[in-house]
């Protein structure tokens, strides 16, 4: 058989790109079938971008340890009307995204949108505390869950050795950076398959919880805004516990330019998702009530265990792994996002440009996924992680803020700007409100975190001046820059993306 002769091209920065026929030069592969161009197609769905959102949003808390809002709060009442407002604040925050999302209908969520606002300076600092702490750190402690509720089945009566923990957690990363970095459709299919699995975790709990409020399980209920004496001051900080614990609704919009028909499919994507995570979340703790006082919530390491061995009896050992496989879809969703989010910073040429490059055949942005690999295992074998995280969960909350207000002045400063999705005024005007004021809070209650995060997060500004401004760098450097980034084309097999007509 005769092979076609191969058109070897090179950009102006030296690198590699692929041919008509999407292939990378001077590689011996087959040729992909037709002449599809080499860039990320629009396989997101809205079955798959509700599974995206969902998926994301349900980690573990909801299952293990959702105390944190009834420890400021002080009461059964006052708990579960923070869930429900921080639900009702989320839902607004997602609104705003959507609007943003379908108005800038590029990916790369917070970072895109803070760009087209505020600037690069703001945009690169957020992207480069995301891609070397808080990405990693939040993927290995969500791993680690995995790790041990995975494991909990077969160490009943023993501890589980940590040894064993990280071993297991160390193959869940693997297997979800690879399953990323081989099919767009596959890794969506799997979310979808896994979002099922976390609702009928939250039925299982739901269902026993309303035939006990049938019974007339509601002795936990009476006097419900009474209880031990806790601090209006605490009350931001369950505001806080609750917002985190809603934490993903924005992840579609690090997506768009992979969403069919965005216009629609994000803001409806976002409604249905929103609706169905709040409904949940309130239902399965007012479940919780019905068989856990609150003294024993705040006592129980696991509730959701706890609340299925009194009811559930030797059905309850399928629990740890509804939350293992939850802890999954978690990793899963946030990498697929995530690695968006790198891809399109390196388009902007905030990060290497390896990491804006696809795959020749399976057009995935295949260095952006496994980028995550390395920083992730580093963070799962490390100390701390946290406290690493406390120290930087106020720069989220800054960001995401720091967009929706990007919103407001949009509105004001574009106001012709075409806009298929659009909110009143006052819900982004809320939100932003509320993300800005648990930023200030953070900064009063605990003075000292919030400084180190605050450090660690301004030292991408002269990361962006060394590495971004400063154009002068030794010729040694830039050749040996290009030679890695050409190295690293022929053995992950991509290319940079092809002009979308």
Request: charged share 15%; hydrophobic share 50%; aromatic share 12%.
């Amino acid at each position: 058989m005769v092979r076609k002769p191969v058109v070897s091209t090179i950009s102006k920065g030296g690198y590699l790109q692929g041919n008509v026929n999407g292939r990378l030069p001077s590689l011996g592969n087959k040729e992909p079938p037709g002449q599809e161009k080499v860039q990320l197609k629009r396989k997101v769905t809205l079955l798959r971008g509700v599974s995206i959102i969902i998926g994301t949003i349900i980690g573990a808390g909801i299952f293990i340890s959702p105390k944190g809002v009834l420890q400021n709060t002080g009461s059964v009442g006052m708990s579960l009307t923070i869930w429900t407002v921080c639900g009702v604040l989320s839902l607004f925050g997602a609104l705003s995204y959507a609007e943003l999302g379908t108005t800038i209908k590029k990916s790369g969520g917070h970072y895109t949108y803070i760009l087209e606002v505020f600037g690069p300076l703001p945009a690169f600092v957020r992207v480069w505390v995301e891609l070397l702490i808080i990405r990693p750190a939040a993927t290995a402690v969500i791993s680690l869950a995995f790790g041990r509720y995975i494991l909990e089945p077969f160490f009943i009566q023993c501890e589980i050795p940590e040894l064993a923990i990280k071993l297991i957690t160390a193959v869940g990363i693997t297997v979800v950076m690879v399953l990323n970095s081989m099919s767009v459709s596959w890794s969506a299919r799997i979310q979808i398959f896994l979002t099922f699995c976390k609702l009928t975790a939250i039925l299982i709990i739901i269902v026993p919880g309303v035939i006990q409020l049938i019974k007339g399980q509601t002795q936990n209920f009476k006097d419900a805004f009474s209880g031990r004496d806790s601090s209006i001051t605490r009350l931001p900080l369950a505001f806080y516990y609750g917002m985190y614990a809603y934490a993903g609704w924005f992840y579609l919009n690090f997506v768009t330019e992979e969403v069919e028909n965005p216009e629609k499919t994000i803001p409806l994507a976002i409604c249905i998702s929103m609706a169905i995570v709040t409904i949940g979340y309130v239902l399965t703790n007012v479940a919780y009530f019905t068989t856990i006082n609150a003294e024993e919530l705040l006592l129980s390491n696991a509730v959701a265990v706890t609340f299925s061995e009194r009811l559930l009896g030797n059905f309850s050992l399928a629990v740890p792994i509804f939350v293992a496989l939850s802890c999954f879809g978690s990793m899963n969703g946030g990498v697929f996002a995530v690695s968006r989010l790198f891809y399109v910073a390196s388009r902007e040429g905030h990060l290497p440009e390896i990491l804006s490059m696809i795959h020749v055949r399976k057009h995935t942005p295949l260095p952006a996924v496994i980028v995550l690999h390395p920083l992730t295992m580093i963070m799962l074998f490390s100390g701390d992680l946290d406290s690493l995280l406390n120290f930087l969960s106020f720069a989220r909350w800054l960001f995401i803020g720091l967009a929706v207000a990007g919103l407001i002045y949009l509105r004001y400063k574009c106001p012709d700007m075409h806009r298929p999705f659009k909110v009143p005024l006052f819900i982004p005007a809320l939100f932003s409100f509320t993300c800005l004021f648990m930023v200030a809070l953070s900064l009063y209650s605990d003075p000292f975190s919030t400084g180190i995060g605050f450090v660690i997060t301004l030292t991408g500004v002269p990361a962006y001046y060394l590495f971004i401004i400063w154009d002068k760098k030794p010729r040694w450097f830039r050749i040996m820059s290009e030679r890695i980034t050409r190295t690293l084309q022929i053995i992950l097999e991509v290319v940079p993306e092809e002009d979308k007509l």
